[in-house]
């Protein structure tokens, strides 16, 4: 799959992301937006797994630890085959729906866990790579986590813990697009030096351009990035992305996109897709 493929993909995640919040009236567009490149490279090039064979043991596991965002995770697995795009459309974010604000396992096919309570998906990941390794199975275990859930010390207890037991099938990639719930992670609870301290917790280290298709399909085509230690990649992100009155702002994790508003941004979509 060529990478204007993957653009292409990328436009239809976003539209039909955009098309669901507005719909909604649902906030948090801003970490959907984020995240929508890192998506489509796993599910359209990365990850070992089926739409038509949900319970093969062998798939890789996918945890979006960021629960919140599940609204690009969702359309990007009904561009992938998992769910009717129609269904979703209709009924995300409603009263009663299978598609709650949330990640939440049970009846979406292709969510391995629940997520919204920040800072539990890579404990849960950590369990499903230990376990892979001792059932002996060839399976890998992606985690997509927040930059500001990185403030949880269960996270760093987990990282202690993978890289005790050289879990080299464990795969972390941080959103690291430098706003957290309250305003920017280095005036909330600064993380720097980031790339040091997962180095000094026996973690292979890359970094990459969030929004940059090849440079994140080529770092995840190289897992393990060191020998006998689990992986993580940092994706330097702009929240909200492609949005023009929420980018790069706070606003973009509350504030809800208008069908007007919407609807703009995907004529600009369909016009930048033509003109390629």
């Not at 993909?9 to 669901?20: G, H, N, P, Q, R």
């Not at 009924?91 to 096919?109: D, L, Q």
């Not at 689990?230 to 929420?246: E, F, R």
């Amino acid at each position: 799959m060529s990478k204007e493929n993957l653009e292409d993909i990328v436009k239809e995640i976003k539209i039909l992301t955009l098309k669901m919040v507005s719909r909604a009236k649902t906030p948090h567009v801003g970490s959907s937006f984020s995240v929508i490149e890192i998506l489509t490279a796993l599910y359209f090039k990365i990850l070992k797994i089926d739409p038509n064979n949900l319970n093969n043991l062998e798939r890789d596991r996918f945890i979006l630890s960021k629960g919140h965002a599940v609204a690009g995770l969702y359309a990007t697995l009904a561009i992938k085959g998992f769910i009717n795009p129609e269904k979703l459309l209709n009924e995300f974010y409603s009263n009663g729906s299978y598609f709650p604000g949330h990640v939440s396992r049970g009846e979406v096919p292709g969510i391995e866990v629940s997520a919204g309570s920040l800072g539990h998906g890579l404990s849960m990941g950590v369990g499903m790579a230990l376990a892979a390794k001792k059932d002996n199975k060839n399976y890998r275990t992606f985690v997509l986590l927040s930059d500001g859930e990185c403030d949880e010390g269960s996270n760093w207890e987990a990282i202690l813990f993978a890289g005790h037991h050289k879990l080299d099938n464990l795969i972390a990639i941080i959103d690291y697009n430098k706003w957290q719930s309250f305003g920017k992670t280095k005036d909330v609870l600064e993380l720097e030096p980031f790339t040091a301290k997962w180095k000094d917790f026996n973690w292979g280290v890359q970094e990459v351009d969030g929004h940059d298709i090849r440079g994140i399909v080529s770092s995840l085509n190289n897992i393990p990035f060191e020998s006998s230690r689990p992986s993580v990649l940092i994706a330097h992100t702009i929240k909200g992305k492609g949005l023009p009155l929420l980018e790069d702002k706070l606003e973009s994790h509350y504030f809800n996109i208008s069908p007007e508003e919407a609807e703009k941004i995907i004529k600009e979509i369909n016009y930048e897709k033509r003109i390629h």
